[in-house]
């Protein structure tokens, strides 16, 4: 079951997705309110320190009064201490960690309020409470959110103060999960919020605090800390949902704390997205040995610049941006803030069944993950770079995204992202984004030429909460397997000991690349509802190169001749039908499919 459709089977709210939403973007907006202050504040602290300490120096020096000798000898002291002490404290902020103190604001932030936990011994004890409350209301960030919390106390307080009261009669009516006692108590502290008294109102507001208190014993942090009007409109009518919150925390917490770090590293400067994978949750589902390369903000040319020097040499294309990878994931396309989630769009764990084949008799992995949002997404909203590293050749590379010109590809094999971790779309399977081009020059007033060029991922249309991104599959596939399979038997071909049906089958490998290419750039064309119609055919005609492609890599070797044992095994794995005189049979009836006036007039017209 994906995580979208959990939400679906827990939740009775019809408004999830704008609860979880406004959550989410409270999430960020008081991260990007407290995290940078934060860091500026603990700076102003230590220079604040080096400038008293300097004073106190200077101070010392005009109340010198001892011989010379002792004089020099103190004031050389000084200059040392002067000369250490700037250079420590100017060490100790190029060294400070925003992460660091973040999690130290957070700490303090979830704090017990012990002006609210005191015993109370007298009535006035909690009037005085209830008057510090008042007081506390205030408008900046911290406060706000230190509010909040406070206010999961605010049940318990009226607990303690209804124990003072003396037995009251039994008022009339239905039987609630409210004493009389703690009305009485409530109705005091509702009147100081500024909320009407009238019974009614004060029993939703005394059930609501209720609730939020269950809520924080249950550890439901990120969901007490971020709740928005959203929440509250609906959770201060509907406050036995208890069970249903806590399903919501069950799946939301952990990708709202990451939303909350990511959100802290973008304020530091950070957005390679490495603070995401840093738990093992996320570390291990993909599948990585190190995370050294993860970047979610990179699109660059290799190291040697020869690519680049023939792309420009070949090439004169306009730049459509001056603005770095850095300032579009924080403002947005054109400075469109409103439309960028960029931000909220996380790498999600789950448990759930693999959609992967079983490989050798084992059983796919059940600890899967998504890349979705945490808010609703509207068509046009920009999710993201794309990463990875641009080539230009002319063979595509094992995993690319084909550029807008010939021979120009985002090679994402070397650099680990967030979105080309993707799920791909299926034959039939709807997709909800796409990757848009951008050609770049940061150099201030020159858009002459493309420094370089960085992939944008757009959402095509609405996309809830927790819903996978879903991108086309590339229709690049088939001819790049049979070219890999062709350059594994160049490498080798004329080698000994080889079956004689491989020299064979390699010498037709030319012709069905050359007929798959045309299929595919014709396909590349269409649109998404043309495309569909053709999809399966072309995946269908992806198999049999995969297989081929296997045969070879498992059997050729130019150091020995011993091919034939090589290849009588790969037989044994992939079964029936996978002799390569076969495959190659196949793939040239599914290349005459391809290449037939019927799917050709299709692509032609399209």
């Not at 991108?471 to 079956?499: C, F, H, L, M």
């Amino acid at each position: 079951m994906s995580v979208l459709d959990y939400l679906h089977a827990t939740s009775t709210s019809t408004d999830y997705s704008k609860i979880l939403s406004s959550i989410s973007i409270n999430c960020v907006r008081y991260n990007r309110q407290t995290a940078r202050p934060t860091l500026d504040i603990e700076q102003k602290r230590l220079q604040n320190h080096e400038k008293h300490e300097l004073e106190r120096i200077a101070v010392d020096r005009q109340q010198m009064n001892i011989a010379l000798p002792a004089q020099i000898a103190s004031e050389r002291n000084l200059q040392q201490y002067t000369e250490r002490l700037k250079k420590a404290t100017e060490n100790t902020i190029a060294h400070l960690d925003i992460r660091d103190l973040a999690e130290k604001e957070l700490l303090d932030m979830i704090s017990e309020p012990t002006e609210l936990t005191g015993e109370f011994r007298e009535e006035s004890d909690y009037t005085s409470v209830i008057n510090h409350i008042e007081k506390g209301i205030a408008n900046d960030a911290r406060t706000q959110q230190r509010s909040l919390w406070r206010e999961t106390y605010f049940w318990p307080m009226i607990q303690q103060r209804a124990k003072m009261i003396g037995p009251l009669p039994v008022p009339p009516g239905r039987k609630t999960l409210i004493t009389p006692q703690e009305k009485i108590a409530a109705k005091q502290l509702v009147l100081a919020m500024g909320h009407g008294i009238c019974r009614d109102n004060v029993f939703k507001w005394t059930s609501y605090w209720r609730l939020l208190s269950e809520l924080r014993l249950r550890e439901a942090i990120s969901l007490l800390l971020y709740r928005s009007s959203e929440f509250k409109t609906h959770f201060f009518r509907y406050t036995k949902e208890l069970d249903m919150l806590l399903s919501w925390n069950h799946i939301f917490d952990f990708p709202l704390q990451q939303l909350r770090i990511r959100v802290i590293a973008e304020e530091g400067g950070e957005f390679s997205g490495k603070c995401d994978i840093d738990n093992k949750r996320i570390f291990q589902r993909l599948r990585m040995t190190q995370s050294d390369a993860w970047a979610n903000n990179l699109s660059v040319w290799g190291q040697d610049q020869l690519e680049y020097k023939n792309f420009l040499a070949n090439h004169s294309m306009m730049a459509t941006s001056g603005k770095s990878n850095e300032h579009i994931l924080r403002h947005g396309i054109k400075g469109k803030l409103a439309s960028n989630r960029s931000v909220f769009v996380g790498i999600i764990p789950y448990e759930g069944e693999s959609e992967n084949r079983v490989i050798g008799g084992k059983p796919a992995s059940t600890k899967l993950y998504s890349i979705s949002p945490l808010v609703s997404v509207d068509a046009g909203d920009f999710l993201g770079i794309f990463s990875g590293k641009l080539r230009f050749v002319n063979q595509r590379p094992p995993r690319a995204v084909k550029g807008p010109v010939p021979g120009l590809w985002l090679d994402y094999s070397e650099i680990p992202g967030k979105l080309n971790r993707m799920k791909v779309a299926r034959p039939g399977e709807k997709t909800n984004v796409c990757l848009a081009w951008e050609g770049v020059n940061e150099a201030k007033g020159e858009k002459s030429f493309c420094q370089y060029w960085r992939i944008l991922v757009v959402a095509t249309r609405e996309i809830l909460p927790f819903d996978q991104l879903i991108p086309r599959r590339s229709p690049e596939a088939g001819s790049s397997i049979i070219e890999a399979a062709k350059t594994v038997y160049d490498a080798a071909g004329d080698a000994k000991g080889q079956p004689e049906v491989f020299p064979q089958v390699a010498a037709r490998l030319s012709l069905v690349i050359e007929i798959l290419r045309s299929a595919e750039e014709r396909a590349s064309a269409l649109d998404e509802t043309v495309l569909d119609a053709i999809e399966h055919t072309l995946e269908l005609c992806k198999a049999k190169p995969e297989n081929l492609n296997k045969i070879f890599q498992k059997v050729i070797r130019k150091d020995d001749d011993k091919w034939f044992d090589r290849y009588k095994k790969a037989l044994s794995t992939l079964g029936k039908g996978s002799k390569v005189e076969d495959l190659m049979e196949e793939i040239l009836k599914d290349t005459q499919l391809l290449a037939c006036e019927k799917l050709m007039g299709i692509v032609t017209e399209a």
